[in-house]
């Protein structure tokens, strides 16, 4: 028992000048202050710069699956557990072949690819077949996501019933409705917040990086689904509800590629043209956006952002160009 009571967690730290500063107060009180408040701005900055940004973010759908040659296969399969067909493993090592010709144009020795997908059986089998166009010396990693799965449309799902269920979503909104014992749009898009702070973790630590390796020729692969892809652009340039609802699906085995632009964002702009991101929704503003994101800073913000001046139907324009109140 002496032995415990004359115990002192502090002492684990060094010793207890080395810990901790002791002011006693009035009260008999001990007043702790921390040594390490007191170091210059200099000490504190960490001595190495942070990790260069990944040069690209793809994000790839899943290739043709059972379920989207043959809508019956929902009622007899779970969601999770359909496979891809013989075309949708072509499509997929084809777009990882595509993806491995994009960056080989860049030119540099030291690129390396890092996955990030969805459990989903037809997103496993598209990245098992995407990946034969990588050996192993380029592959840093990969990770397998829940929060990146397809949207719940329910468990075994009634064919009829879903037929229905998806003219009601017209009727009620495409992004807010909900199936039965599923989700809306609105509760993919709370999963996929959660992996986008991830994401982001990821890339400011470097984590993906290969131990003592700081390249900036890392590409992040998404491999994932169609609605879970749109929801998670929508979430990371801010789009609002009703241009989401304007998105249009990728096709089966292809890619979007939000590549790092001149200022260290991520642009659509930098690797689609103007009419490839038309075809997949993109409208004026949203265009104006990815041209801004061409040369802007990490932590920048838009201040000029055509959907406010789009949104507020008071401004009217100054001479100089810039909206000013409608007196």
Not at 77 to 103: F, H, N, Q
Not at 248 to 266: A, I, P, Q, S, W
Not at 311 to 323: A, K, L, R, T
Request: charged share 30%; aromatic share 10%; glycine share 8%.
């Amino acid at each position: 028992m002496a032995i415990l009571s004359s115990f002192s967690p502090i002492q684990c730290l060094g010793t207890r000048n080395e810990a901790i500063d002791q002011i006693s107060t009035s009260n008999g009180h001990v007043a702790i202050t921390f040594p390490e408040k007191g170091l210059s701005k200099r000490q504190v900055l960490r001595s190495s710069p942070p990790p260069p940004r990944p040069r690209r973010i793809i994000l790839v759908r899943h290739g043709q699956s059972e379920g989207n040659v043959d809508e019956s296969v929902y009622t007899r399969v779970a969601d999770p557990k359909i496979s891809l067909t013989a075309k949708g493993k072509a499509e997929a090592e084809e777009c990882g072949w595509r993806i491995r010709e994009m960056i080989e144009k860049d030119e540099a020795d030291d690129w390396k690819v890092y996955f990030y997908v969805s459990p989903y059986r037809r997103t496993l089998e598209t990245l098992r077949h995407l990946g034969r166009a990588f050996e192993r010396s380029r592959i840093a990693g990969m990770r397998e996501e829940p929060r990146i799965r397809e949207q719940d449309f329910g468990n075994f799902q009634d064919r009829e019933k879903m037929r229905l269920d998806k003219a009601l979503r017209l009727r009620y909104g495409r992004f807010f409705y909900r199936f039965p014992n599923g989700e809306s749009a609105a509760d993919v898009y709370d999963r996929i917040t959660g992996f986008r702070e991830t994401l982001r973790a990821d890339i400011d630590i470097g984590r993906f990086q290969p131990p003592g390796e700081q390249s900036p020729n890392m590409n992040l692969i998404i491999v994932s689904h169609g609605l879970a892809l749109r929801v998670f652009l929508m979430r990371w340039y801010k789009w609002t509800v009703e241009q989401f609802e304007r998105l249009n699906n990728m096709g089966n085995g292809n890619m979007l590629v939000m590549e790092k632009g001149y200022g260290g964002r991520y642009s659509l702009l930098m690797h689609h043209n103007e009419e490839e991101l038309r075809e997949f929704g993109l409208t004026d503003e949203m265009l104006i956006d990815q041209e801004w994101q061409k040369t802007a800073r990490p932590g920048e913000l838009n201040y000029d952002c055509p959907v406010v001046n789009s949104f507020f139907d008071h401004f009217e324009d100054d001479d100089d160009g810039c909206p000013t109140l409608n007196q």
